[in-house]
């Protein structure tokens, strides 16, 4: 390891390493804004009770802003797309359950093509289907693989990750090419067909950890690089836009992270049944990522599980979990870490025009948007 430097003039005070060619950017254990500064300003809220009944979601998990202040939100469990204008009114919705054209059935996540066609991955019909921003339903790929989150850069080229990747049935489920070894992030042509992928799967003791360990959340700088950052271990990749890794970017937990397990637990009920069920204990876990699109900043949504509450608790779901947002620059610096409370399982960010948007599916199914206020 090569040291390049450490500390900078306006104090941030962490260290930057070059490891086997590629730069590893080491924060320090308290952020540059300090612990005090609360840089997330909340705007406005969508979804929120006294919206009119159409207004409401049941599972948001996706949302796009197009040239003219539209919010295209996705709502999973009603299988449609909602809009809402820049000032939050309501405009409707199109698509629904089924298996017809522009119909869906499990939907995992939605992009912008160029020319603001809006593309929608349908995992439970496992295709890719494209709107226009009025709704009209254009044209739909059917794929051989399965379907998760999806990115898309200027070209309209689609990047495709899917939970799944780190099973050791991954590649015979469809997800890459049985010849190939599968990768953290698929490169799809306007066909659907795979030309490539980046980011290495890496094997875990246990059938179901691997895929939990394995998932990223990607996202896109102005520049075109894709930053991946791990739901379960404290790393953040920024990949070139000819996809080799460039950077690695470590954050600091203020927690012991204990070693990622996985167990099969056996229950025998008062009936004589017996039932099989998995546990997972690992104490980092990141449920979204997210660029400005400036690139000034990089936001994690993380849930912080403090050690010393496992004494004496069994169950992994009766640990208190502590929500919060982290705040990056561009270089990858930790800025401030904004809390939430822990009202937020399973939430997910994205980034539009006019600032953060938390997508709470599970919490209050809610939409919250937040202005980065920076200290003075």
């Not at 797309?81 to 199109?94: A, E, I, N, P, Q």
């Not at 794929?143 to 990115?151: C, H, S, W």
Request: glycine residues 10%.
């Amino acid at each position: 390891m090569t040291a390049c430097g450490g500390g900078s003039k306006d104090g941030w005070t962490g260290t930057i390493a070059l490891e086997d060619g590629v730069l590893h950017l080491y924060n320090p254990a308290l952020p540059l804004w300090g612990i005090d500064h609360h840089p997330l300003v909340e705007r406005e809220v969508l979804g929120a009770d006294g919206s009119d009944f159409e207004a409401l979601f049941s599972e948001p998990i996706g949302l796009i802003t197009s040239s003219d202040g539209t919010r295209f939100v996705l709502d999973a469990k009603d299988m449609r797309v909602m809009r809402f204008d820049r000032d939050g009114s309501y405009l409707g919705s199109f698509g629904r359950e089924g298996e017809g054209p522009g119909e869906f059935s499990q939907p995992t996540a939605l992009a912008m093509l160029p020319g603001e066609i809006i593309l929608v991955a349908d995992g439970g019909n496992r295709r890719l289907s494209q709107y226009t921003t009025d709704g009209l339903f254009l044209d739909s790929v059917t794929l051989q693989r399965a379907l998760g989150q999806i990115r898309t850069d200027r070209t309209g080229t689609v990047y495709l990750h899917d939970q799944s990747r780190g099973m050791t049935v991954s590649i015979n489920m469809g997800v890459a090419d049985s010849e190939e070894a599968p990768t953290l992030i698929d490169i799809l042509d306007e066909m659907g067909e795979r030309i490539g992928g980046f980011g290495t799967v890496e094997e875990y003791e246990g059938f179901m950890l691997s895929s939990w360990m394995n998932k990223v959340y990607p996202a896109f700088t102005p520049g075109d690089s894709m930053v991946l950052n791990y739901m379960g271990k404290d790393r953040i990749e920024v990949y070139r836009p000819d996809n080799t890794l460039a950077r690695v970017v470590h954050r600091i937990l203020p927690y012991i992270p204990v070693e990622p397990m996985e167990e099969t637990r056996q229950t025998t009920h008062d009936d004589g049944t017996v039932s099989f069920s998995m546990f997972f204990e690992f104490d980092i876990q990141s449920t979204g990522f997210a660029i400005s699109p400036d690139g000034h900043y990089w936001a994690a949504l993380v849930a912080l599980t403090q050690t010393d509450r496992r004494e004496g608790i069994e169950e992994e779901d009766e640990i208190p979990q502590e929500w919060a947002v982290d705040l990056f620059d561009a270089a990858g610096r930790w800025l401030a870490r904004h809390p939430l409370g822990i009202d937020y399982p399973q939430a997910s960010l994205d980034w539009g025009p006019a600032g953060l948007y938390i997508l709470n599916p599970q919490g209050d199914a809610t939409i919250h948007r937040f202005e980065v206020v920076p200290p003075v």
